[in-house]
């Protein structure tokens, strides 16, 4: 009985958009262009697209299979799947991760809204050293990203509190097509601008001299990260899929999203770097001190078109950090509302009441609380640390081998054919070994890369 009674999702679009809407985030249009500026563009990008389908895809179909068998929340779900043994504790490391995250990720998310806010504002503009000491000085103010991280996570608890359907997919249909119309717009105006094209021929020319060890590492690292992989969200959405998903089509769709939105994201950002001169290498400051600027000079022959463009493009970020933030609150919210037998509502607010704590220390510890650091990190980098370099790769780790290894073929094939009813026995089978082999090789090299040990 409770099998039916679970909530679903309400069409194939919803599916592809809500789960996409998970993959797709900060990790797209934050992340993925200053990798691949860091590490050679166009090699990148051939190499990320090829760790996608040997990484990516493959553990994205193994969540799915745990959560749409389990149907119910990333604990029970591998709980009821490992029959109760040690195994069970993926889950529920699963649960606190995705936790942590949306604590943290809730900061950035609030920084997205400031930039919007300011965007408007008309605030910024000026020399880069004033863009820099903006987003400085901003970041360490004790109030204003915590007002905004408050404002991030109440919307995102309207959105929650509402459900599967009227919440998360209403939601979905209406950000992702809107993200791509955004995305779409910022591209065509940043392809137009004088030398675009150079920017344009570092995504897609490739020097094959770039390429080595560190590109591919860089590369495996950013396919597993780019696709929400072992933080839960992924699991819990498929609880909600229904016995008719195809699990191979869903995740080869997504991943198509997933990597449209980056290389859209690329399309946006260097073209415009390369007119004003600035190095696609700039690293993680790219978007928040970097960008400002470049959009104000890129776009100087029409002062209202930068001021326009720029925002449009943190409207963008933060509609990509949301649709992200979504999915993560709802693990914990399906979480606690199934364990603790309490209402949708109740255990959302739990859930968003206990992240805006997470998230103001997070906010707090690169100002105020600064001096208070642990293993000598602040609170926000102790979070990033400890989720995006241990616990991801770790689950997604485990994952890999209690599915390939512990949980009986016949239910993991029963879940990837439909039970029988798709002709994909081939694609089984070379799913089956890379999730037995390749990927968890894959993810030991990627956990050790960030501990330094390689």
């Not at 400890?386 to 890999?400: A, D, E």
Request: net charge positive.
């Amino acid at each position: 009985m409770a099998r039916l009674e679970r909530a679903r999702f309400g069409s194939k679009l919803g599916v592809i958009l809500a789960t996409a809407g998970s993959a797709v985030g900060l990790g797209n249009i934050w992340r993925f262009p200053y990798m691949a500026g860091q590490n050679g563009g166009a090699v990148f990008i051939m190499i990320y697209i090829f760790c996608i389908l040997l990484l990516g895809i493959p553990c994205m179909i193994s969540e799915f299979i745990i959560g749409r068998h389990g149907q119910a929340n990333t604990a029970r779900a591998y709980r009821k799947m490992a029959g109760g043994t040690m195994w069970s504790f993926i889950g529920y490391m699963g649960v606190l991760t995705g936790f942590l995250i949306t604590g943290y990720y809730a900061v950035v998310s609030g920084w997205c809204l400031e930039y919007v806010w300011a965007s408007v504002l008309g605030k910024l503009h000026g020399d880069p050293a004033f863009i820099t000491n903006y987003f400085t000085s901003f970041s360490q103010d004790p109030v204003k990203p915590v007002f905004w991280t408050l404002i991030i996570l109440l919307t995102t608890y309207l959105i929650i509190e509402n459900g599967v359907r009227d919440g998360i997919e209403r939601a979905s249909k209406l950000m992702m097509p809107t993200l791509f119309i955004l995305l779409l717009i910022i591209v065509v105006a940043s392809c137009m601008l004088p030398d675009a094209e150079k920017g344009i021929e570092f995504l897609f020319k490739p020097d094959f001299k770039k390429i080595n060890s560190e590109v591919f590492l860089a590369a495996l690292g950013q396919s597993f990260y780019s696709m929400s992989i072992a933080m839960g969200c992924i699991c819990t959405y498929a609880s909600y899929f229904s016995k008719h998903t195809n699990l191979t089509n869903s995740a080869v769709q997504i991943g198509v999203i997933d990597f449209i939105v980056a290389l859209l994201a690329g399309l946006v950002i260097f073209p415009a770097a390369f007119s004003v001169g600035v190095r696609p290498d700039s690293g993680p400051s790219l978007i928040f001190i970097t960008l400002p600027n470049v959009f104000q000079q890129a776009f100087s022959f029409i002062p209202s078109l930068g001021y326009f463009i720029s925002v449009l493009f943190y409207i963008l970020l933060s509609m990509a950090a949301l649709t992200s933030l979504m999915s993560l609150h709802e693990v914990s919210t399906a979480f606690l509302q199934e364990e603790m037998v309490i209402t949708r509502k109740k255990a959302a607010r739990i859930v968003t009441i206990s992240t805006i704590i997470v998230g103001a220390m997070c906010s707090l510890s690169l100002g105020a609380w600064s001096k208070y650091q642990f293993f000598g990190k602040t609170v926000f980098d102790l979070f990033d640390f400890v989720t995006g370099q241990l616990f991801l790769p770790i689950v997604g780790f485990l994952t890999c081998i209690f599915i390939g290894w512990f949980v009986p073929h016949k239910i993991v094939r029963d879940e990837f054919t439909n039970w029988g009813t798709l002709r994909n026995g081939t694609l089984f089978h070379i799913y089956l070994l890379l999730v037995k082999y390749v990927c968890p090789v894959c993810i030991l090299f990627i956990f050790l890369r960030q501990l330094g040990w390689l």
